[in-house]
């Protein structure tokens, strides 16, 4: 596998503090960190993690450091510089990837599709894999490796299909089967053992009928709406 940098994806909650009247106030702060994680979240979408990977990732270290500085309740002059050279970076990685990502759009289209759906949170694994092959595609894309490109753009397209329907099973069955699982520890399955394999069968149904297509949600959420009747 070519050179990838292992990225830090940045959607943590923050535990904010009230500061005194010379510190930062607390709504400025907010939003200050608000806008710099949707810059962040906006800049990995269109794959600035990948087209301008030194300035993305110098962004996401700042936010991060930004982030325990609030959480220790840090200087507040060194946040604010933090997230306003993140907030400057992250800006700048979108603009250069708008003028570079233009050559694979078909392999973005895929991207978005998985990255819709989080798959970046919920098939990490996955998604890593396709961030990986998607870099070495473009390394070679560069170097008019043209079989080098295929090869790990195909690789890549695998792994972010493969990750969309992760993340869409995620979608409908996450709940269910947290539900389930507290259905069973309530011991339902010995007061009520029709719902609790009612309950199973559908969250099989809803399995299989995403497996079949993964687009196909509006019987995903009929299945998914009963089930969690029947558990209720």
Do not use: C, H
Not at 166 to 179: C, M, P, Q, T
Not at 182 to 207: M, T
């Amino acid at each position: 596998m070519k050179r990838f940098s292992t990225i830090t994806i940045l959607f943590s909650s923050v535990v904010f503090f009230f500061f005194t009247i010379q510190i930062i106030p607390q709504s400025d702060s907010e939003k200050m960190f608000q806008n710099a994680r949707e810059l962040s979240k906006k800049a990995l979408a269109i794959a600035a993690n990948i087209f301008a990977e030194g300035d993305f990732e110098k962004g996401t270290d700042l936010l991060t450091e930004a982030e325990k500085l609030l959480k220790k309740n840090g200087k507040p002059e060194e946040i604010q510089q933090n997230l306003t050279t993140a907030i400057d970076l992250f800006n700048k990685s979108i603009e250069t990837t708008k003028t570079l990502n233009t050559s694979f759009t078909d392999l973005m289209k895929i991207r978005q599709l998985a990255f819709n759906v989080e798959a970046y949170i919920n098939a990490p694994k996955l998604w890593k894999e396709g961030e990986e092959n998607f870099s070495s595609a473009v390394e070679d894309y560069n170097d008019k490796d043209m079989q080098g490109y295929q090869k790990y753009a195909k690789a890549a397209e695998t792994n972010y299909k493969d990750a969309e329907l992760v993340g869409v099973k995620g979608k409908f069955l996450n709940d269910l089967n947290a539900s389930i699982t507290q259905a069973e520890d309530k011991d339902l399955n010995k007061y009520a053992p029709v719902i609790l394999k009612k309950s199973k069968q559908f969250a099989q149904d809803i399995e299989r009928i995403l497996d079949a297509n993964r687009y196909d949600t509006l019987k995903a959420r009929n299945n998914l709406n009963q089930a969690m009747y029947e558990l209720k």
